[in-house]
């Protein structure tokens, strides 16, 4: 059963910066497309940037240039970069890891990024 930890939230000005972690366990890490997903209050969740089990990324237009998506397989972790942060990407961000097999998906339990001064 896969399971996924998120790290790396709290509270930053506009204009900074955040990263965030997310480990895999339970599985081979190599198996999964891994993603970033945010939810605002009030919002439905959205897809953040996804990087395909052979790297390839698909960033959203409103963080592309700004948020970077990167892994390290030998751990079986993924990570966000958030710079530039603003007001708006204030959101409790979600890891998602979909099965290159079978399609299924797992989600981590969210992690909390403001931005507010």
């Known amino acids: 059963q896969v399971q996924l930890v998120e790290s790396g939230g709290g509270l930053v000005q506009p204009g900074g910066s955040l990263r965030l972690s997310c480990a895999l366990s339970?599985?081979?890490?190599?198996?999964?497309?891994m993603a970033w997903y945010r939810q605002g209050s009030g919002d439905q969740r959205e897809l953040v940037v996804r990087?395909?089990?052979?790297?390839?990324?698909d960033y959203a237009d409103s963080v592309r240039g700004r948020f970077t998506i990167s892994r390290d397989i030998r751990k079986g972790t993924v990570f966000l970069q958030m710079n530039n942060l603003k007001p708006e990407d204030t959101a409790v961000y979600y890891c998602?890891?979909?099965?290159?097999?079978?399609?299924?998906?797992?989600w981590g339990q969210g992690t909390q990024v403001t931005v507010s001064e």
């Open positions: 998602n890891a979909q099965s290159r097999i079978t399609g299924a998906q797992s």
């Open positions: 990087i395909t089990d052979d790297g390839r990324t």
């Open positions: 339970g599985s081979r890490f190599g198996l999964y497309h």
